[in-house]
C-alpha cells in the first residue's frame, strides 16, 4: 500500500516527528502506510493523530511521487488549526518497539540536507513561503553542506564517526548570566547525550537534574549542530545536538550526584570565550543574538 503523509505548516516551521531505524534517527513527515479499504486522505488524517495527537482537515495534495519499484507516496497539506502536537506512537508497534522519538516545528535551516530532500518531493516549495526561502539561498554549490546545520571539529577522512544524539540548554538568570557546567578543567552547556527512549526534552530535564540540580522548563529550540571530537574511551564521534532555551522552575541539590561537576553562572563573553565545545558557543552565540532583536 503506498505511503501516506502530511505537510503541518504554522509560522514559518514543519511539524516533524523523528523515527529511529538501525541504530539511526531522522526527521521525517507524520505519515505511514494506508490502509486496506481506507482513502489516502483518510489515511494521511489518521497517522497524524496517531503520531501527533491532533485532528486535522485536508486543504489540498501537494504530491504524488512514484518509485522505481513500484511504492508510492502521497502526501497532503493539512491544517490542525491551534492544536498543539504532541509525541503519540505506532499503535501496531510494542512499546519495546517504538520507532517515534520526538517531535518538533522546525523551519527550513533546521533540518539536515538529507531530510529536506524528501520535502521537497511532498511539495514544500508550494506551502507557505518556503519558495521565497529558498530564493535566497544564492548560487554557492554545496554537496553535502554544512552551512545550514553548522558543523565544528575536525572530522577527518577515512574515519568512521559515531553519532551521539543529544540535547544542551542556554539557561539565563536575571542578570544575563549564562548556567554553566564545570567539569575539571572544562566548561560546557548544561545537558549531555540522549538515552534510548527518550525524546529531547526528557532527556535535557534529566541532565540538567543531575548534573545541576535545576528542574527546567523547556521554552523553545535554538538549532542544531555538530560536534566532531573523540570520546574519553578513543571514539570518534559526531555530536549531533539540538539546542534550547530554558528557564529555572526550581533548584533541586539533593539530585546532584558526586560527579566532580559544579553549576557556574558566568556572563555571556565568558561562556562564550571559555565552552570547550565550538558548538556550545555557537548555540549560545545564536540564542542571545535573538534575544535582543
Same mark, same amino acid.
Given at each position: 500500500?503506498?505511503?501516506?503523509?502530511?505537510?503541518?505548516?504554522? *509560522?514559518?516551521?514543519?511539524?516533524?516527528? #523523528?523515527?529511529?531505524?538501525?541504530?539511526?534517527?531522522?526527521?521525517?513527515?507524520?505519515?505511514?502506510?494506508? +490502509?486496506?479499504?481506507?482513502?489516502?486522505?483518510? !489515511?494521511?488524517?489518521?497517522?497524524?493523530?496517531?503520531?501527533? *495527537?491532533?485532528?486535522?482537515?485536508?486543504?489540498?495534495?501537494?504530491?504524488?511521487?512514484?518509485?522505481?519499484?513500484?511504492?508510492? /507516496?502521497?502526501?497532503?497539506?493539512?491544517?490542525?488549526?491551534?492544536?498543539?502536537?504532541?509525541?503519540?506512537?505506532?499503535?501496531?508497534?510494542?512499546?519495546?518497539?517504538?520507532?517515534?522519538?520526538?517531535?518538533?516545528?522546525?523551519?527550513?535551516?533546521?533540518?539536515?540536507?538529507?531530510?529536506?530532500?524528501?520535502?521537497?518531493?511532498?511539495?514544500?516549495? !508550494?506551502?507557505?513561503?518556503?519558495?521565497?526561502?529558498?530564493?535566497?539561498?544564492?548560487?554557492?554549490?554545496?554537496?553535502?553542506? *554544512?552551512?545550514?546545520?553548522?558543523?565544528?571539529?575536525? #572530522?577527518?577522512?577515512? =574515519?568512521?564517526?559515531?553519532?551521539?544524539?543529544?540535547?544542551?540548554?542556554?539557561?539565563?538568570?536575571?542578570?544575563?548570566?549564562?548556567?554553566?557546567?564545570?567539569?575539571?578543567?572544562?566548561?560546557?552547556?548544561?545537558?549531555?547525550?540522549?538515552?534510548?527512549?527518550?525524546?529531547?526534552?526528557?532527556?535535557?530535564?534529566?541532565?540538567?537534574?543531575?548534573?545541576?540540580? +535545576?528542574?527546567?522548563?523547556?521554552?523553545?529550540?535554538?538549532?542544531?549542530?555538530?560536534?566532531?571530537?573523540?570520546?574519553?574511551?578513543?571514539?570518534?564521534?559526531?555530536?549531533?545536538?539540538?539546542?534550547?532555551?530554558?528557564?529555572?522552575?526550581?533548584?533541586?541539590?539533593?539530585? =546532584?550526584?558526586?560527579?566532580?561537576?559544579?553549576?557556574?553562572?558566568? /556572563?555571556?563573553?565568558?561562556?562564550?570565550?571559555?565552552?570547550?565545545?565550538?558548538?556550545?558557543?555557537?548555540?549560545?552565540?545564536?540564542?542571545?543574538?535573538?534575544? #535582543?532583536?
Amino acid at each position: 500500500m503506498p505511503r501516506v503523509q502530511t505537510i503541518v505548516y504554522r *509560522n514559518g516551521r514543519v511539524l516533524l516527528v #523523528r523515527h529511529r531505524a538501525a541504530g539511526k534517527e531522522h526527521w521525517c513527515l507524520p505519515g505511514g502506510a494506508q +490502509l486496506a479499504g481506507e482513502c489516502p486522505e483518510a !489515511g494521511a488524517l489518521r497517522e497524524l493523530a496517531e503520531e501527533c *495527537n491532533v485532528q486535522g482537515v485536508v486543504v489540498r495534495q501537494t504530491s504524488h511521487v512514484a518509485g522505481a519499484l513500484g511504492d508510492e /507516496t502521497l502526501t497532503f497539506l493539512v491544517d490542525i488549526g491551534e492544536q498543539e502536537p504532541t509525541l503519540g506512537r505506532d499503535p501496531e508497534l510494542a512499546d519495546d518497539e517504538a520507532v517515534l522519538t520526538d517531535l518538533a516545528w522546525l523551519a527550513l535551516d533546521e533540518i539536515a540536507e538529507r531530510d529536506r530532500v524528501y520535502l521537497w518531493a511532498a511539495g514544500a516549495l !508550494g506551502v507557505g513561503d518556503f519558495l521565497k526561502d529558498v530564493q535566497t539561498w544564492g548560487d554557492v554549490i554545496s554537496y553535502p553542506g *554544512n552551512d545550514r546545520c553548522p558543523a565544528f571539529g575536525q #572530522r577527518l577522512a577515512g =574515519v568512521d564517526y559515531v553519532e551521539r544524539p543529544g540535547s544542551y540548554a542556554i539557561i539565563q538568570d536575571e542578570d544575563g548570566r549564562v548556567a554553566a557546567v564545570e567539569s575539571g578543567t572544562d566548561l560546557h552547556l548544561p545537558g549531555g547525550g540522549r538515552e534510548p527512549g527518550e525524546t529531547d526534552v526528557e532527556s535535557l530535564q534529566r541532565e540538567c537534574r543531575e548534573e545541576c540540580g +535545576l528542574a527546567i522548563e523547556v521554552l523553545d529550540r535554538i538549532g542544531r549542530a555538530i560536534q566532531y571530537g573523540i570520546s574519553r574511551q578513543g571514539e570518534p564521534i559526531a555530536k549531533a545536538c539540538d539546542y534550547f532555551r530554558a528557564r529555572v522552575l526550581a533548584s533541586e541539590p539533593g539530585e =546532584v550526584p558526586a560527579k566532580g561537576e559544579r553549576l557556574r553562572w558566568v /556572563t555571556v563573553d565568558e561562556a562564550t570565550q571559555c565552552l570547550a565545545h565550538e558548538a556550545h558557543a555557537w548555540a549560545l552565540r545564536r540564542a542571545t543574538t535573538s534575544c #535582543r532583536h
